[in-house]
């Protein structure tokens, strides 16, 4: 089974309204990361929290981390027609140095 | 920049056949990392190594094989491709050590017949 979960599967939301997807995780993590994949190509980066950081934020992202309930958000506001792509949360499995990807979001802004 | 070339881009090839995709980076990171892609599943590590000749399984490593000789290159093997390997393959980079930031490389489509 995989680590991380992110929910919802799909979102569509209009132009300039905020976008919040989650991720669970199952095991003790040293940092949850947030990349997004436009159709088709590699995964970007987004963002990277630690374990002892509870909110991080880059531009229009912030990413929050509780890990009492083993859950990560992440918050697009303003949203844009570019934003349209799936988000991917990864965490390390055990602290290990395996990253471990969820399923993803797949985020879709209508004009 | 941190530079990663998959090759190839693209292959068919049939069941039974032996197939090897290379990922070559053009620094000296020293973990990197082989994920499939399939809808439904997301990304799934299949294997990653932390040096030369230093590498441990993911989590869909049965019918996978791969090695590291030198820093720069991890080569993935299927040593016999089955039609359930059909898949997107990307590599990645660790920048600053396991558990860290990933750099991505833009993948390669392997279809297996």
């Known amino acids: 089974s995989q680590q991380g979960e992110e929910d919802p599967q799909a979102l569509s939301i209009q132009e300039g309204e905020n976008a919040t997807m989650n991720c669970s995780y199952k095991?003790?993590?040293?940092?949850l990361q947030w990349y997004r994949q436009n159709s088709g190509r590699g995964l970007v980066h987004l963002i990277l929290?630690?374990?002892?950081?509870r909110e991080k934020h880059s531009g229009r992202l912030r990413v929050t981390l509780d890990t009492s309930k083993k859950s990560s958000s992440l918050l697009i506001t303003a949203s844009r027609a570019a934003d349209t792509a799936s988000y991917f949360c990864?965490?390390?499995?055990?602290?290990?140095?395996?990253?471990?990807f969820g399923k993803g979001t797949r985020l879709h802004i209508l004009p | 920049d941190a530079g990663i070339t998959q090759s190839p881009r693209h292959k068919v090839t049939e069941t039974g056949t032996p197939v090897t995709l290379r990922c070559h980076q053009t620094?000296?990171?020293?973990?990197m990392y082989w994920y499939r892609q399939d809808p439904g599943h997301g990304l799934r590590l299949i294997h990653y190594?932390?040096?030369?000749?230093?590498?441990d399984k993911g989590e869909v490593s049965d019918g996978y094989s791969v090695s590291r000789s030198k820093t720069e290159d991890f080569l993935l093997t299927l040593e016999s491709a089955t039609s359930s390997q059909t898949s997107v393959y990307f590599c990645?980079?660790?920048?600053?050590?396991?558990?860290?930031?990933?750099?991505f490389g833009e993948g390669s489509r392997l279809t297996v017949l």
């Open positions: 990864a965490t390390d499995l055990n602290r290990d140095d395996k990253i471990i």
């Open positions: 095991t003790s993590i040293n940092n």
């Open positions: 929290i630690r374990s002892n950081e």
């Open positions: 620094e000296n990171h020293r973990y």
């Open positions: 190594s932390y040096g030369v000749k230093d590498t």
């Open positions: 990645a980079i660790a920048l600053a050590g396991g558990s860290g930031e990933l750099f």
